[in-house]
Structure formats: structure tokens, C-alpha cells
């Protein structure tokens, strides 16, 4: 079975184990986030996932109403 990130020979990886860029090359992908298309969009993957994740929690379509049943990580 071929390796699917062979085709990505320019590619840039945000690597969260290490809090660095790297290409390909790096470490495994599972502690990684990508690909990105330059070092630079690799280099501000944490920023673009925060921004991701604000809009998500603003968003009413996606948000649970308090009360719903689900754990909240309190003791009970």
C-alpha cells in the first residue's frame, strides 16, 4: 500500500509534540496537523485551529443548551 503522503513533496506540517514546522520528513503524523502549502500557513495552524474552534462555539447550530444531558466535567 503506498505511503499517501509521497505526493507531498512541498508540503509543511505543524508538528504538536515539538511546536514546530516540519516537512514531511518529520515526526509521526498522528502529532502533526496538515498539510499546509507553505511553512508559513504551517506556522500559524494553532492560530487558524483557534479561530476554527472560536467560530464553532459561536455557532447556535452547532452549540448543546445547557441542561442537555451531557457531562460538563463536574463532579455529581
Not at 37 to 63: C, F, H, I, M, S
Request: hydrophobic fraction near 30%; glycine fraction near 8%; charge should be negative.
Amino acid at each position: 500500500m503506498a505511503d499517501p503522503l509521497d505526493e507531498l513533496t512541498d508540503a509543511w506540517f505543524w508538528c504538536i509534540e515539538h511546536s514546530a514546522v516540519e516537512t514531511r520528513a518529520g515526526c509521526k503524523i498522528t502529532d502533526r496537523l496538515g498539510p499546509y502549502p507553505t511553512r508559513q500557513a504551517a506556522a500559524a495552524a494553532l492560530e487558524k485551529v483557534d479561530d476554527r474552534n472560536d467560530d464553532w462555539d459561536d455557532d447556535p447550530n452547532w452549540n448543546d443548551a445547557p441542561g442537555d444531558g451531557e457531562d460538563e466535567g463536574g463532579d455529581q
